[in-house]
C-alpha cells in the first residue's frame, strides 16, 4: 500500500511563491507516474502538473505553465512542486496522486480517474 503525505502549503501574498512535497512510502515511487491536482469549493478537481516514472513526460495544465514546476526524487521517494508568480485564483487544496498503471499517453496523466492513491491535501491560500 502506498501512503502519500503532502507538505509546504500555507498563506502567501498574490506574487509570491511556495514549494509543495509530497513523500511516498511503502512502495518505491519510482513504479508510479505523479501528479498533483487541485480543488477549491464548487469546482472540479483538476490536474496542474504530472510527471511520468523517469521523467520522459511532463505535463501541465495552461493555467499553470511557466509559473510552476513539478519535479521528482526517486531515491528520495519525494515528489515537488514549485509554485511561482502566484494569482488568487490558485486558492485551493493541493492533493499529490500516484498512478501505477500509467499507459503511456501524455493525456491520461491529467485525468483523476488514472490515479489510485491519494494523499490528504494540503491548503494553499493566495491574498490578493
Known amino acids: 500500500q502506498l501512503q502519500l503525505v503532502e507538505s509546504g502549503g500555507g498563506l502567501v501574498p498574490a506574487g509570491g511563491s511556495l514549494a509543495l512535497s509530497c513523500v511516498a512510502s511503502?512502495?518505491?515511487?519510482?513504479?508510479?507516474?505523479m501528479g498533483w491536482f487541485r480543488q477549491s469549493p464548487g469546482k472540479e478537481r483538476e490536474c496542474v502538473a504530472a510527471i511520468s516514472w523517469n521523467d520522459g513526460s511532463i505535463v501541465y495544465a495552461e493555467s499553470v505553465k511557466g509559473r510552476f514546476n513539478i519535479s521528482r526524487d526517486n531515491a528520495k521517494n519525494v515528489v515537488y512542486l514549485q509554485m511561482n508568480s502566484l494569482k488568487s485564483d490558485d486558492t485551493a487544496i493541493y492533493y499529490c496522486a500516484a498512478d501505477r498503471y500509467w499507459s503511456g499517453v501524455d493525456s491520461e496523466l491529467f485525468r483523476p480517474q488514472a490515479y489510485g492513491d491519494w494523499g490528504q491535501g494540503t491548503q494553499v491560500t493566495v491574498s490578493s
Open positions: 511503502g512502495r518505491p515511487l519510482s513504479l508510479y507516474a
